[in-house]
């Protein structure tokens, strides 16, 4: 049996007329915050579902629009509609998936411009608790905010500069329930919508939104990223401004991350925004940026190892790791900007020459660090080389990735040889993470070992660590002979492309061998080779189909390369046996070839020797 104030508020909620509806409510409201832990979980859901959806879009309406002669009045009511909503989703389940609660969410979204303080930061709240759809399910509050228009989000993104969590309701949002919206109207309001957040933080600090465009783009769905962003250059000038201004710790995780997470996204891009300075600009405001990323680096890089064990490592590690990704962009970004005047033009020859001084000492105590890690974990001293399981050991630690994929850009494209003879100190390293590879999570980190061993092997150094750590036979080989043999649905490009910077090892390899002998390895390569199977491609081929003709390509001149290495002590018999098979195989491929009209590329496989 009811009370008789729970009756009354059912009898007054039940009336036609707003005014007994808007009573019936305060009632209510009064009930739940004296009594709501006396209410049985029915009577609360009772409640609930007694109040009219209608009504309660209209209390909030009335609280959605500029000052009038009735604003008071019209406060009152949004505050109370509001509140409501608030406490019943604290005391039912999945409101998220609730169409009576999360389809309250666009007049939700339109009222906090003019609603008091207390009651906007209570609609955050209360969208925000709405948004969180679990992730098997199509409909509810993320999805329902998801399909908003642009004019719908825009109330909420003019206050984000003072309610920061405004971004995970965005997050929630374009993560959790872009799924049900088509990709293009996501796509374009995605884009317009960040536009629209870089405008209302002007004046004020950009730390959250760089935070919160980070989280984005590592996060949602790559279908949903524009390719042509409209936001890319204003937010690369954010993180200049950033960079060249006082910053505390979080600012400079912000911009540094916001930059690793953009020139992964756009790596064609990005880059051009991030690292070009207006030639005729009398502050280098990219090359500032570059300079700060490059001394955090160093500045930190120092003191990080008796950090191992330290609370504060893991965040440290993120923010090195993202600014070792930056300065890989801006090494490879260089190397395409000997070919570009524009670009030539901001860098200044006083500038070259400072950044590849600054470059050589950054690569130099990088190296020096992955090493110091490497001996800390050989002699196992667990105080200094973290245990797996705090998810900081030297197979888990994000910056060990980031460096080898900086070294690995310079060894492969820079040929001083001070620090290829260095980085020989790390082939011991390289072994084991390219061993490891295939039974952890780490990041891929294979395709960068192996540009880093072309640097590498162009040293004595070098190769004598290289065949002391016998890492040719123990996983280049046969990482390459499971390429070739693997059926070609198994294989994705970045196998291909991994396959082909094997080969070019082993022509490094090649070149320095004074002996050029016939032996077990070759013999073994040759009739591998020789058994491969070419098939057919269409001419709507697309990056994978060309990644595997350029991997076969590679492959048909390698062997070419080792039978005419290996002519004087191979068997003749042997010899005719293989060139028999590769005729074969080299027409196969320069018909595909042929297929995707690359003239070139059909040359280049004629010009082969095979007679």
Known sequence: MESPEIQKIHQLLAAKDDTSRFVGLL???????????????????????????????????????????QKKQSGDMLDVAVAVIYTFTKLLNDCALSERFYARIPNLANAVLYSSGETTQRIVDLIHVLVQQPDDQVAGGATCFAKLDVGSWGPLIEIAPQHETVFSIFHWAWVKGSTAAPAETMRTHIDDALRLFISSFKGNNPTPLLNFITLIFDNINPNLRSSNPQ?????????????SSKQTEDGRRAYTQCAASLLATYPEKAPEALFSDDPNSSKPIAYLFVKMVQVDILSTLHVLMPKLTAAEYPSISRRIAAALDVMTAFVGFLIT????????????PDRIIELHEELVRTIGDVMEYLRDRWDAFLLGTRTIEPTRA????????PIIPA??????????????EALRTQAAGLVELFAELYGRRTSTDMPEVRLPIIAALE??????????????????????????????????????????????????VLHILMEYDETSRYHAGSMDLLELIAKYDVKPIKAEGGLLDRSRL??????????VTVLEATSRSAPLEFQQKIKDALKGIASKIMENWGALNDENMVARVAELRLD
């Open 390 to 397: 705090s998810g900081t050991s030297i197979f888990e630690d």
């Open 27 to 69: 009632l209510l409201k009064t009930t739940l915050d004296n009594h709501a832990a006396k209410l049985q979980q029915e009577q609360v859901a009772a409640l609930w579902n007694s109040i009219s959806p209608r009504f309660l879009d209209r209390l909030i309406r009335t609280g959605s629009h500029p000052a009038s002669e």
């Open 455 to 504: 640097g590498i092997l162009q040293t004595p150094d070098g190769r004598e660590a290289f065949n002391e750590t016998d890492l040719l036979s123990r996983h280049l080989y046969p990482d390459l002979r499971l390429i070739l043999t693997s059926q070609n649905g198994d294989l994705t490009a970045s196998d291909y492309i991994r396959g082909s910077a094997i080969e070019q």
């Open 550 to 559: 350029d991997l076969q390509t590679d492959t048909l001149e390698l062997a």
């Open 337 to 348: 900007a000997a070919d570009d005047i524009t670009i030539q033009q901001g860098l200044t």
């Open 403 to 416: 460096a080898i994929r900086l070294v690995a850009t310079w060894l492969r494209d820079d040929d001083g």
């Open 231 to 243: 936001w890319l250059q204003p937010v690369a000038r954010l993180i200049h401004e950033m960079a």
